[in-house]
């Protein structure tokens, strides 16, 4: 089992920045990708980036592309989400989550492990 347990949410104004930090335990598997989606109230959850622990390049949703970053220690086990720029369209419940393949995919029933989530509220 992979727990996942994000943190880092909180309330911004638009414009501002937070960093989402995502603590990785139990069995892990130097192969798998790691993402963050996020679910805005009455939508669907909704691919934001993803990167593998095998390094390579990371993949964006184009709604996201330029503001947000993602990145991972290996050493610490966690996966970081930078987001600057923040807009009041980006406030959701962000979550990890964590697949048993290296192929880095946007469809969120392809991932196995997932947080709780976090909340990011943006004002505008």
């Known amino acids: 089992q992979v727990q996942l347990v994000e943190s880092g949410g909180g309330l911004v104004q638009a414009g501002g920045s937070l960093r989402l930090s995502c603590a990785v335990s139990g069995r892990t598997f130097s192969n798998n990708a790691m993402a963050w989606f996020r679910q805005a109230p009455g939508k669907e959850r909704e691919f934001v980036a993803a990167v593998r622990w095998s390094g390579g390049s990371p993949a964006y949703a184009d709604s996201v592309k330029g503001r947000f970053t993602i990145s991972r220690d290996n050493a610490k086990n966690r996966v970081y989400l930078q987001m600057n720029s923040l807009k009041p369209e980006d406030t959701a419940v962000y979550y990890c989550?964590?697949?048993?393949?290296?192929?880095?995919?946007?469809?969120?029933?392809?991932?196995?492990?997932w947080g709780q989530g976090t909340q990011v509220t943006v004002s505008p």
């Open positions: 989550a964590a697949r048993t393949n290296v192929i880095i995919v946007v469809t969120p029933r392809s991932y196995d492990y």
